[in-house]
């Protein structure tokens, strides 16, 4: 009779990010412990030792720096920050044509039948908008970081509660805008330290036809949307536009080489990828 790993083991040991080498078949259940006591130890001792240096010298998560970061080389490049609710209208939705038709309807947290979480940022980010561009002149560049909300099966990929970063630039000439998205792709992941990716075409439930940003190994870092869009009628707005988003805790999966996205998320289980649950 052979033993492997129980799925209690398994799951401990991806909590703390250890690999156990392949196969992992024991001739007995004691060998099997051993095995598992020894790995769990060297995990512990890793995670504990990450934790050390965040609250001895970095201090700061890796999801707060690279948002500190993404905002500074934004700022620099004459991109304004802004902040929107994060418990937004059911009219707002309706607005961005998320009506109980659509698929995303079904992942919105509601709160009752007049508000919900914000599923995107995009809703906020078209309020103020409008009211900027009724004052200030084209083109004009703004972003937002916050935290959005939706009913996801919780996979190595997707999270609950996710931050994201929104940059749109209104005014953007019609005949620019494809180069003005790679430009501000490449803006966003070189200021985030992540090399080697590349754009290609795919279709949003929202947006329609646009471009994604994706990895070597064909994992999405952000999504794009160009205007003039149907959707820019609710508010009034008529001039050109180019908007890409990116999933912050997707970001720091792909650049620190992680097998999921919850290490790096907002948790009581893990701090700075670190597991919290060390004894």
């Not at 908008?129 to 916050?146: C, D, V």
């Not at 099966?153 to 609950?160: D, I, R, V, Y």
Request: aromatic share 6%; charged share 25%.
């Amino acid at each position: 009779m052979s033993y492997s790993f129980s799925a209690a083991q398994m799951n401990r040991l991806s909590e703390l990010a250890v690999t156990p080498l392949e196969p992992a078949i024991f001739e007995t259940a004691e060998a099997r412990q051993r095995m598992f006591s020894q790995l769990e130890k060297e995990g512990v001792k890793k995670n504990r030792r990450a934790l050390t240096r965040l609250i001895e010298t970095t201090h700061k998560p890796a999801l707060c720096t690279l948002s500190e970061n993404l905002a500074r080389a934004l700022c620099a490049q004459g991109f304004t920050q802004v902040t929107t609710p994060t418990i937004i209208s059911s009219k707002a939705l309706k607005k961005m044509t998320i009506t109980p038709q659509s698929p995303l309807y079904k992942q919105v947290f509601h709160l009752d039948g007049k508000t919900c979480l914000r599923p995107m940022l995009a809703p906020g980010l078209y309020e103020v908008s409008q009211r900027l561009l009724n004052s200030q002149k084209q083109p004009l560049g703004i972003f937002e970081i916050g935290s959005c909300f939706r009913k996801e099966s919780e996979g190595n990929t997707h999270l609950k509660e996710f931050t994201m970063l929104n940059v749109v630039e209104w005014g953007t000439p019609m005949e620019s805008r494809l180069d003005r998205l790679k430009t501000l792709g490449a803006l966003v992941l070189d200021a985030a330290e992540i090399p080697g990716y590349c754009f290609k075409e795919d279709h949003s439930v929202v947006y329609g036809e646009g471009l994604d940003l994706v990895s070597p190994d064909g994992l999405e870092l952000a999504s794009t949307s160009m205007g003039p869009h149907p959707l820019d009628d609710a508010l009034k707005i008529t001039c050109t536009w180019v908007g890409i988003g990116f999933g912050l805790e997707r970001l720091l999966m792909f650049r620190e080489k992680t097998s999921g996205i919850h290490r790096h998320s907002k948790s009581t289980t893990f701090l700075d990828g670190a597991c919290l649950k060390l004894k």
